[in-house]
């Protein structure tokens, strides 16, 4: 039996939406049917509910009537839904205390007939009243913070994120696989689109990420574990065969890419011409000056373009964004180092944006670089020469391009550990394999994971100005739970009657998020309410029915679906 | 090119002209784009934009060797090909065909092969060799090619196969006079329904109803339709050099005459970069006595075309002066090889004549990898 104090008193609000309900439901007829619902004592429509007004008319109404429980009939909750729970939380009302019918996506958008239309408004509506009725109040929560943020990977995403954490005066630590900090960058010569030495930023910014009072580097160094939540992260760093602990509020994932290896593309002969090498490989031959081949200066040097993007059959359907630049990067630099020497870039579309990029690959064709439109099919040799067979699309006409030299532009890859990070902090990859983000959008730098973000090439293959926007970026957002002290964390959360629980652990082997455990005193489950999402998968899985999920216990359900089954 | 697409479609191909960005990959690795008209990427391009000339025209069609490097090595999966046995299927369908061709669909359709020549004679190769019946049931199911069958260039090839497999033990059948041709090139000259409806539904039927665990097959081309086209239930197929480097490698097979000669390795589309076996007929090489095996440079994957598939057996070819076998066999020659390997009639066919007609013939010989391997049986084979 309810007390009088729980006693449902519920409001019901009909929402126009302009003419996208009103025009296929009577909005007005709904009202007006559930204004004789039970346990409501207040039913209206109006024009749009989540305009001011129409917050301003629930607010007022929870206290005039003293109201206990909301119910509005509108969209999706997708949207509105922490729309209609604050409003009803300033009249007083506990905002869990809220549902919402859909009756624009599964009804009005959908349906033609207006009766009919009508008709299933009204049954939605009294399905979610039949649902508030049953909804308790719940609690909002928070967690503390530790301050600090973990930054996986030193190059220059990592080093850049873990500045701009330090500077605002939060301890960065990074944790970095090889023995050394700056990642592929530090082995590039120069850059584009400036031709600048790479050393004259790099070793700057690498010296003040390890002069930083707030940052720890940690090399030779990998994640071993990581446990916990956003704010509260407990992660395990195995660096010299010893493992310890750091606690951390938020995690930065800078891990990078790997190259692509050109074996994979037989027909181009690399591993078996000496003369065939990658753009890797021509940087530091031009770091030293090196670029001898056969005993000889080169007379011709060619470039293959998209060597392992843009390539479905590899799994890589992928732009890799940099290849472009960097090919236009090593020709101007060719021939300057050669001034005799014909260099050729073969392409398929010059791809030049970003900030002076086109004025890049203008440069590179004002230098002497020839650029002729056709994807090298094949490579192979005639004499001491290589030959690139390939049709120069504008000419019509495939030609045996004869080079003493032959460099591979070759792409980004996800790394080969990406499964093992991913695996580490449940983070999700697109299909292409990098991580993935939250949203493509709004959310370039959140993960799915709360508190975890991703900056650089682990995410999606870019140049280094974007690699140290996204870095910035991730940076920023990694410290709004630092910088607030507390999160927020989910009330609808799942909760063990322990009276019915038997011990079995199937939750904790369903439970994605490492919430339930069991307790190793009474043998029955635990849900640390922290780490709980509220999914519900615990709650269908446990035999013994033992476990519930706030808001969506058996009873709320039943009562809303029993309404629409009548 | 929306009439084009939904034709290649009905006609079961993976054609997909809306992929292509026009790179020219497909174009770039053409064997025969530098010698004959045959432009792939710029096909493809016309077909985009309902510009194609009309079809009966363009004598290029027929140049296509069916070598599959377009399709192996298109980053966006075009299957450039493809279009050319859509375009080829349409100009049958108009009867619009060179004559040889006809000539060679006629011949299977009366004879069982492309020849031309009696059915009853398909089986004469076989005399004396003491081949089982495959009726009387066996293990291992021989399938001749036509040409291994009736060309007296390909026959010794085929008779050493047979002794081969016989002195390892091989439970070997073979069907004789009731073999027809596999339609390997039927399907990629465009005759889609003869190959569908004569060549598969009777040929899948007999095939299976030997029983054999396995089939061998003495042509890349059998194998390969046999093996992706067939859709065969329950048996393996194989091509005669995965047969005998599995022999060799389970000790069955026992090669102890030397054969001192230095050989390079030619490896035919179908087999190599269309199925991707490149490392089985190398082993075999590898695997007799006193051999000194050399390579071109030009293999595996980059392996030149010899231009007797895609139904080139049966039509010269608009670059009859500069044929790609012309550049092999000099290939060959230049390795200093005494005998260039091959793995495949049509190739044996193909590089045969061209170090004929280049006068290459004393310098090097052309042989089937079988015919090596007889000369290194113990017992005479």
Redesign the interface.
Known sequence: MMSEKSKPRIGVYVCHCGTNIAATVDVEAVAEYAQNLPGVVQARHYTYMCSDPGQTLIKEDCRALGLNRVVVASCSPRMHEPTFRAAAQEGGVNSYRTEMANIREQCSWVHHDKEAATRKAKVLVASAVAKVTHLEPLEEREAGVHPGTLVIGGGVAGLSAALDVAEAGFPAYIVEKSDRLGGHVAELGHTFPDLEPTADWLAPLIRRVEEHPAITVMLDAQVEEVAGFVGNFEVTVLQGGQAQQIDVGTIVIATGYQLFDPSRKPEFGYGRYPGVLTTWELEQRLATGDLVVAGRAPQDVAFIKCVGSRDIQLGNPYCSRVCCMVAAKQAQMVRQALPETRVTVFYIDVRAFGKRGEEFYDEAREAGVRYRRGNVSEVYRRGERLVLRVEDTFLRRTVEHETDMVVLAVGMEPRDDTGVISALLKLPRSADGFFLEAHPKLGPVDTTTNGVFLAGCCQAPKDIPDTVAQAKAAASSALIPLIRGTVPVISETAIVDAELCAGCGMCVDVCPYGAPALDPLWGVSRINAVLCKGCGACAVTCPSKAICLQQFTPEQIMAQVDVLTV | MQDIQQFANEIGLDLDLL?C??????????PV??TTAL?I??LVYESLLDALPELVHMEELWDCTCCF?CVE?????VRPAELIITLRNQLVESGKIPGTIGEALMGIFRQGNPLGLAREDRALWAEGLDVKPAREGCDTLLFTCCYSAYDVQSQPATKALVRILHAAGVDLGYLGTEETCCGNEVKRVGEKAMFDEMLVEEGKALLESVGARCIVTTSPHCYNTFKNEYGLEGIEVLHYTQVLARLLEEGQLKLSVPVEKTVTYHDPCFLGKQNKVFDEPRAVLRAIPGLNFVEM??I???SLCCEGGGGRMWFEGTNTEDRLAFQRVQEAVDTGAEVLAVACPFCLAMLADAAKVKGLEEQLKVMDISELVVQALGDGG
Do not use: H
């Open positions: 992929a960005i026009q790179c020219g990959k497909c174009s770039g690795g053409c784009s530098i432009n990427r710029f490097t090595r298109c980053p966006k999966d440079d030009r595996r994957e980059r």
